[in-house]
């Protein structure tokens, strides 16, 4: 029983990591439920190999009592986190969904924007001919005035 308690201990002290956040509801009565059993002289260490004596089986169930409230304050705050993952998770899809969707948007532009740079080249080409039509044109103009 003595391995059990020491290992009840150990998983206690693995969760209560959260004690150093202050900024956590629960880390400030977990600080509040420490300092009143202290004061109560709790020992330190529940998986010793002595014989409780009477007295100290009231301070390991005073000390089970606050690993229990310690424990139930932890779960407090895992939900807590739990929550704030799924709303987190439910915003990065949201936010996923509309990157997928302005990236089809931009290709959707890019090709737009393809196309149209073909017919500009395309157009260029054309003015490009006129003007070379308009020059002989012009120069045929030019010569038959002179024949006339």
């Known amino acids: 029983s ?13 969760i209560a990591v959260l004690e150093d956040c202050t900024d956590f509801p629960s880390a400030k009565t977990i600080q509040k439920l420490e ?10 260490c529940l998986g010793d190999d002595s014989i409780p004596s ?25 939900d807590s986190v739990v929550y704030e993952c ?3 998770d439910d915003e990065n899809w949201n936010l996923k ?7 089809e948007e931009n290709d959707r532009l890019q090709q737009i ?10 157009y260029k080409i054309l003015s490009q001919e006129a003007n070379e039509k308009s020059v002989g ?10 024949v006339m």
């Open 86 to 88: 799924k709303k987190k």
């Open 54 to 78: 009477p007295g100290s089986e009231t301070v390991a169930e005073a000390q089970i009592r606050f690993l229990k409230t310690k424990l139930h304050a932890v779960q407090e705050e895992l």
């Open 97 to 103: 969904s509309q990157l997928k969707d302005i990236e």
């Open 35 to 44: 300092a009143k059993l202290e004061k109560g002289g709790l020992p330190e």
């Open 113 to 122: 924007i393809s196309a149209q740079l073909s017919q500009v080249e395309k």
């Open 2 to 14: 003595s391995k059990v308690r020491h290992l009840e201990v150990q998983s206690t002290d693995d």
């Open 137 to 146: 044109l012009q120069q045929k103009v030019i010569a038959l005035e002179k």
